[in-house]
């Protein structure tokens, strides 16, 4: 099994429990970590053989503009249904970092792990 990662992709949605975060955008932190067979691609050096980084990030950040989510946690979830229904992987890692929530914190956030085929 392979990993492909994406780190620090830039993720603006409308996130946040309190009314003043209801009022714009913010601007999230998004890491993925994919583990999926890529032995096709390492063989043929073909695009169409492996997962497209760009095509992942896409998924992440149109789930990003159409969600309204409260919860860190349920926008991770949606990423990883969105994700998971598009490419072929065995198992997602999604951290979604939250700057500047916390005035003693530099950032905020959250780590899920998916295994395909589970329902964790």
Known sequence: MQTIFIKGLKVPTLIGV??????QDTV??????INADLAAAMKSDDVADTINYAA???TVKQVGKASKFELLEALADA???????QFS???LVVTIEKPGILPDANKV?????HEVGTNE
């Open 18 to 23: 309190y009314d003043w975060e209801r009022t």
């Open 28 to 33: 999230l932190i998004v890491d993925l970590q």
């Open 56 to 58: 992942v990030a896409e």
């Open 79 to 85: 990423i990883i249904q969105a994700v998971c229904a």
């Open 89 to 91: 992987l065995t198992r």
């Open 109 to 113: 956030g959250i780590t899920v792990t």
